[in-house]
């Protein structure tokens, strides 16, 4: 009995305890992995082109949301594991894998049928990305609403997928490989999350974000022109490459005898 103990002890010794996720270094790593998704998400408006690129107002209206969602996410899942038996950074991990994956998923869908319900209904304040021109406030508030209802939709049903049997396995090998508790804290709050946040919040952006049909009826106008260009500057570097030759050919011509021009001539062109 006391070789189960303390075997069991040092089981736990070597990953997150109860409290590891809200102690001053889980809170620590947490504000950091906020930070660098903040960043991330100003990164991609420099990306955009230049022409269509969002105006700060825009930007923050549309990241706002996914920033309050991604919030009210992760403190849920923080809440969770700790409600769970066994090791809280497995559980929040499983809980934050499916977040990015099957609530993702969740998102787009929702995300799409308000858009289809804005253009049936005329209801353009549900509109994702679309908050009228000058920009209305009462908009953005709107669909912060729906997001985050949206975000409950997504908890509540990926915390009913959790109570299958089978993620008590899951749990058990997941982070296996890790043995120091610090470490795996680090894997858990920041190294695993950044790189997916890194490309959930640059995907989940992209839908919330207004798109504008006269741009890509614009862009592929453009493209058109550029492609007729490119087409028209060929065929003049051709046919200027030509008259070239026989402006050679026939100075050429006049310095050779006039029985070996058709000979020549043949030569040069085949």
């Known amino acids: 009995m006391n070789v189960t103990l303390v075997a069991l002890r040092h089981q736990e010794d070597r990953h997150c305890s109860k409290d590891a996720l809200t102690d001053v270094f889980g809170w620590f790593l947490q504000l950091l992995l906020a930070c660098l998704a903040f960043t991330c998400l100003i990164a991609k408006r420099f990306c955009e082109p230049r022409l269509h690129r969002r105006s700060w107002q825009i930007w923050f209206y549309d990241t706002s949301k996914q920033g309050m969602g991604a919030i009210a996410i992760h403190l849920a899942n923080v809440w969770l594991a700790g409600q769970y038996q066994g090791n809280p ?3 929040y991990l499983i809980n934050f894998l499916l977040d990015s994956s099957l609530g993702l998923f969740i998102i787009f869908v929702g995300i799409k049928t308000c858009q289809r319900l804005s253009r049936r209904k005329g209801w353009q304040a549900i509109n994702f990305g679309e908050y009228g021109k000058p920009p209305n406030v009462n908009a953005w508030l709107a669909q912060c609403c729906l997001y985050l209802g949206l975000m409950v939709i997504v908890k509540v049903s990926i915390t009913l997928f959790m109570q299958l049997d089978f993620w008590e396995n899951v749990k058990d090998f997941i982070l296996t490989p890790i043995h120091n508790p610090r470490v795996e804290l680090v894997f858990v709050m920041l190294i695993i999350p950044f790189f997916v946040n890194m490309l959930m919040y640059w995907v989940t952006d992209n839908f919330l974000m207004y798109k504008d049909p006269n741009n890509r009826r614009r862009d592929s106008t453009e493209v058109s022109l550029l492609e ?6 060929r065929t003049h570097r051709k ?14 011509d006049e310095l050779l005898d006039p029985e070996q021009v058709p000979i020549i001539r043949g030569a040069i062109h085949t």
């Open 89 to 91: 950074c497995t559980w």
């Open 239 to 252: 046919k200027k490459s030509n008259s070239e030759s026989d402006v050679l050919l026939s100075a050429d």
């Open 228 to 233: 007729k260009a490119k087409v028209n500057c």
